[in-house]
T-cell receptor, first 112, second 111 residues
Framework: DVKVTQSSRYLVKRTGEKVFLECVQD?????MFWYRQDPGLGLRLIYF???????EKGDIPEGYSVSREKKERFSLILESASTNQTSMYLC???????????FGPGTRLLVL | SQQGEEDPQALSIQEGENATMNCSYK?????LQWYRQNSGRGLVHLIL?????REKHSGRLRVTLDTSKKSSSLLITASRAADTASYFC???????????FGKGTRLSVIA
């Protein structure tokens, strides 16, 4: 079974802090994704990566950056956390010739 | 950009009843998928239907796709309390383009 893990289930940070959210998948998938999920807004794509060291902006990249130094790991970085980045963050991966995404359990981030 | 729009936003039914959720989308697709999310958890893939298919079954799930109307429906038969979750449709296009998710339908099955 594909396993996608996220470094934390819950995080509490202060405004202005730098925040790292880590995602690791164990199925050698080329594609990885970061979404945020907010009530009434569904899932919105922040960034995705289709290969090591490659990244593409999604629909809402502002205030975020990403890093993919190794194939199995995709990190989401909040350079200076703000209260409007309080949200549920979901990571997903997908194989190169596959069509289904596999999700991690999510990280609920609260920025005070 | 969100393509799929689920309807209704919320649905409450009794255990044993059937639950039907609908999804509409805007552009051409290669496939349409349904995912389930239990409260506070990640999404889990349920079923995929390709653009050249009209109906697909998996256990108690039945999915239909009408590409002329750009719509799909998910039917859960003989619902159980454990089916309580949010259900999302997602549309896939070509290559490695990310799926586009709708806002979801929140299903409550009352025992």
């Amino acid at each position: 079974d594909v396993k996608v893990t996220q470094s934390s289930r819950y995080l509490v940070k202060r405004t202005g802090e730098k925040v790292f959210l880590e995602c690791v998948q164990d199925m050698d998938h080329e594609n990885m994704f970061w979404y945020r999920q907010d009530p009434g807004l569904g899932l919105r794509l922040i960034y995705f990566s289709y290969d090591v060291k490659m990244k593409e902006k999604g629909d809402i990249p502002e205030g975020y950056s990403v890093s993919r130094e190794k194939k199995e790991r995709f990190s989401l970085i909040l350079e200076s956390a703000s209260t409007n980045q309080t949200s549920m963050y979901l990571c997903a991966s997908m194989g190169q010739f596959q069509e289904t995404q596999y999700f991690g359990p999510g990280t609920r981030l609260l920025v005070l | 950009s969100q393509q799929g729009e689920e309807d209704p936003q919320a649905l409450s039914i009794q255990e044993g009843e059937n639950a039907t959720m609908n999804c509409s989308y805007k552009t051409s697709i290669n496939n349409l998928q349904w995912y389930r999310q239990n409260s506070g958890r990640g999404l889990v893939h349920l079923i995929l239907i390709r653009s050249n298919e009209r109906e697909k079954h998996s256990g108690r799930l039945r999915v239909t796709l009408d590409t002329s109307k750009k719509s799909s429906s998910l039917l859960i038969t003989a619902s159980r309390a454990a089916d309580t979750a949010s259900y999302f449709c997602a549309t896939g296009t070509s290559g490695n383009t990310p799926l586009v998710f709708g806002k979801g339908t929140r299903l409550s099955v009352i025992a």
